[in-house]
Antibody, heavy 119, light 106 residues
Framework: QVQLQESGPGLVKPSETLSLTCTVS????????WSWIRQPAGKGLEWIGR???????NYNPSLKSRVTMSVDTSKNQFSLKLSSVTAADTAVYYC?????????????WGQGTTVTVSS | DIQMTQSPSTLSASVGDRVTITCRAS??????LAWYQQKPGKAPKLLIY???SLESGVPSRFSGSGSGTEFTLTISSLQPDDFATYYC????????FGQGTKVEIK
């Protein structure tokens, strides 16, 4: 079955760019939307945005000015970049397969990766 | 933007209890609503999609209902494995989550 794995630096300095990659295994990345979601410690889930395998993107308006997503279908990977980070961006970051446009919600999630913003 | 509001924020219940969680949308989302269960240190797990459709493998004690702006998640008989935090998520317009409802042991 499809599995997702997030990877990237666990520590990012303030004002720098957070970069994460999600690797899809056990299935093809093609023809689906893929979302990024984050969760600060002890708080709720925040949708960051999603990317289709064509490269089409939708971002949360509250983060749109700082977010860039990309996809590499040859590697079965998609990526997140969040610029100008502050301590408020410290969170567990999840990637997920997003079947919303098919009516199903987010059915497969990565285990999450913790990113801390600190100097 | 569509805002999602869950109530209550915390719910204390006992094994065997019937539990209901409410989720309200700031505008109509038709039936484009999902429910997730999250346990500490784990990723969320999809329980319900399209407001009332049970995800494969999810026990039948979980059910969802509603449309438009008001939705409910019901656990018919709470089991020890059900103590967790539950989130609703609209996908009528991109995505937005409710703030979560923690179901704790009474």
């Amino acid at each position: 079955q499809v599995q997702l794995q997030e990877s990237g630096p666990g520590l990012v300095k303030p004002s720098e760019t957070l970069s994460l990659t999600c690797t899809v295994s056990g299935g093809s990345i093609s023809s689906y939307y893929w979302s990024w979601i984050r969760q600060p410690a002890g708080k709720g889930l925040e949708w960051i945005g999603r990317i289709y395998t064509s490269g089409s993107t939708n971002y949360n308006p509250s983060l749109k000015s700082r977010v860039t997503m990309s996809v590499d279908t040859s590697k079965n990977q998609f990526s997140l970049k969040l610029s100008s980070v502050t301590a408020a961006d410290t969170a567990v970051y999840y990637c997920a397969r997003d079947l919303s446009t098919l009516g199903y919600g987010m059915d497969v999630w990565g285990q999450g990766t913790t990113v801390t913003v600190s100097s | 933007d569509i805002q999602m509001t869950q109530s209550p924020s915390t719910l204390s219940a006992s094994v065997g209890d019937r539990v209901t969680i409410t989720c309200r949308a700031s505008q109509s989302i038709s039936s484009w609503l999902a429910w997730y269960q999250q346990k500490p240190g784990k990723a969320p797990k999809l329980l319900i999609y399209k407001a009332s459709s049970l995800e494969s493998g999810v026990p039948s004690r979980f059910s969802g209902s509603g449309s438009g702006t008001e939705f409910t998640l019901t656990i018919s008989s709470l089991q020890p494995d059900d103590f967790a935090t539950y989130y609703c998520q609209q996908y009528n317009s991109y995505a937005a989550f409710g703030q979560g409802t923690k179901v704790e042991i009474k």
